[in-house]
């Protein structure tokens, strides 16, 4: 089934031109049993929860395929897998105070790599706690991989998938900075 001019229009508008034929190519697997205008609406909904990410259109048309209900679930109750990083101390490393560096982690956030992290303060192995936003687990360890502590294996980074709702946010809730 070819692509309606919506979908097409759409992919143009949110792709860089060098990933739209195989978006285009990947969207065109999904219509099987479904209407022109029944496939439209996946296509859409797909590109409108992608994140402009090709292997995420991916991931949409295969559920899709499997159930295009999925599809509207996650459009309606939007989801994210985020990475919790548990900082840990290598084991046998005696090498007194190790901790990640301040401009690795403004790297992270710039990058948009990090949600928040921090340490922990008690007298346990683990270190601290940090969210990540990447998409695999694989891109947390690149990301942190970057830090000297955790490049010399002093430290290291034990990650676990958390699914939660997309778009988490962290701040100072605003009742705290009015002030009188």
């Known amino acids: ?35 022109r205008e029944g496939a439209e609406r996946i296509h859409l909904t797909i590109l409108r929860i992608s994140r402009k ?15 295009y209900r999925d ?7 939007p989801s994210r897998t985020y990475w919790v990083g548990l900082l840990r101390r290598s084991p046998g490393d005696l090498g007194g105070f190790a901790h990640l560096r301040p401009e690795s982690l403004e790297k992270w956030k710039e990058a948009g790599a990090i949600v ?13 706690v940090y969210i990540f936003t990447v998409d695999s687990v694989e891109e947390a360890y690149a990301v942190a991989s970057t830090d000297p502590a955790i490049e010399s ?8 998938p958390w699914l939660t709702a997309d778009g988490l946010q962290v701040g100072v809730p605003k009742e705290f900075l009015d002030v009188e």
């Open 116 to 128: 928040i992290g921090g340490m922990c303060l008690d007298d346990s192995d683990l270190l601290g």
């Open 71 to 77: 599809v509207i679930m996650a459009e309606s109750h």
């Open 153 to 160: 294996g002093r430290l290291y980074f034990e990650f676990h």
């Open 1 to 35: 089934m070819e692509l309606s001019t919506r979908v097409t229009a759409a992919i143009e508008k949110h792709f860089p031109e060098a990933e739209r034929a195989e978006v285009a190519r990947v969207l065109s697997d999904y219509y099987e049993g479904a209407t």
């Open 53 to 67: 990410d090709v292997n995420r259109v991916r991931m949409l048309v295969d559920m899709a395929k499997h159930d």
